[in-house]
């Protein structure tokens, strides 16, 4: 599958402090419960205390501090994606279940910043890029593994290794968005053992087709 994937800076790398500030001031309006289109850049200064000069010496404007404020996070994700090993256990479906666990925990606590990702994406096309390259840097990992899986033969040859991909990691992110704005936490376990079984079972361990006839 060819890359489309933008390349960023390390999501690890630390901001600078006047920048962390700007960022901090962000998640704090949002998770109080601000809509990120109706935050001013005022709002923002003012929270953070800080000048106008200072948010354009560092952000061109507020879609970028929102993308700047949620690539550590994203990187976070694609690097679990990265380290996941079908191979390393028996019981893959229990272990992805406690995988996406702790995935849905992270969503979770950076639900406000994620839906405001989510908003901005479908109108403003540097959002959209950064969004869909993301995920598109996700479903290159899974594909990658099911591709290694399919080469040792523990995954059937039959399966369409890029569609798999595409179903598990695009409509993944659809159903936990969904699933976390719908609960109030209290079913997250079943969700994720749910969604650990329909990856493991459906696309990594999946029975071959017979041949008819």
Same mark, same amino acid.
């Given at each position: 599958?060819?890359?489309?994937?933008?390349?960023?800076?390390?999501?690890?790398?630390?901001?600078?402090?006047?920048?962390?500030?700007?960022? $901090?001031?962000?998640?704090?309006?949002?998770?109080?419960? +601000?809509? =990120?289109? *109706?935050?001013?850049? /005022?709002?923002? %200064?003012? #929270?953070?205390?800080?000048?106008?000069?200072?948010?354009?010496?560092?952000?061109?404007?507020?879609?970028?501090?929102?993308?700047?404020?949620?690539?550590?996070?994203?990187?976070?994700?694609?690097?679990?994606?990265?380290?996941?090993?079908?191979?390393?256990?028996?019981?893959?479906?229990?272990?992805?279940?406690?995988?996406?666990?702790?995935?849905?925990?992270?969503?979770?606590?950076?639900?406000?910043?994620?839906?405001?990702?989510?908003?901005?994406?479908?109108?403003?096309? $540097?959002?959209?890029?950064?969004?869909?390259?993301?995920? +598109?840097? =996700?479903? *290159?990992?899974?594909? /990658?593994?099911? %591709?290694? #899986?399919?080469?040792?033969?523990?995954?059937?040859?039959?399966?369409?290794?890029?569609?798999?991909?595409?179903?598990?990691?695009?409509?993944?992110?659809?159903?936990?968005?969904?699933?976390?704005?719908?609960?109030?936490?209290?079913?997250?376990?079943?969700?994720?053992?749910?969604?650990?079984?329909?990856?493991?079972?459906?696309?990594?361990?999946?029975?071959?087709?017979?041949?008819?006839?």
């Amino acid at each position: 599958m060819t890359s489309v994937t933008r390349r960023r800076k390390d999501g690890g790398e630390r901001p600078a402090p006047t920048e962390a500030q700007l960022l $901090a001031a962000v998640e704090r309006l949002l998770k109080r419960g +601000e809509v =990120f289109t *109706e935050i001013s850049v /005022r709002q923002i %200064l003012e #929270e953070a205390g800080l000048s106008r000069a200072t948010f354009y010496a560092h952000f061109r404007d507020k879609s970028q501090l929102l993308i700047r404020l949620s690539d550590a996070l994203r990187s976070r994700l694609v690097e679990m994606a990265r380290k996941w090993d079908p191979s390393a256990g028996e019981d893959g479906a229990a272990r992805y279940a406690k995988f996406f666990e702790e995935v849905i925990a992270i969503h979770r606590e950076n639900f406000a910043i994620l839906s405001a990702m989510r908003e901005l994406a479908s109108y403003d096309p $540097a959002v959209r890029d950064f969004y869909t390259a993301d995920l +598109e840097e =996700f479903d *290159e990992a899974v594909l /990658r593994t099911l %591709l290694d #899986e399919q080469e040792s033969g523990s995954t059937p040859a039959d399966l369409d290794a890029t569609a798999a991909s595409r179903v598990i990691v695009w409509g993944g992110a659809q159903a936990i968005a969904r699933h976390i704005g719908v609960d109030d936490g209290s079913g997250d376990a079943v969700f994720a053992r749910e969604l650990g079984k329909i990856w493991w079972y459906g696309a990594y361990r999946r029975p071959a087709e017979r041949p008819t006839g």
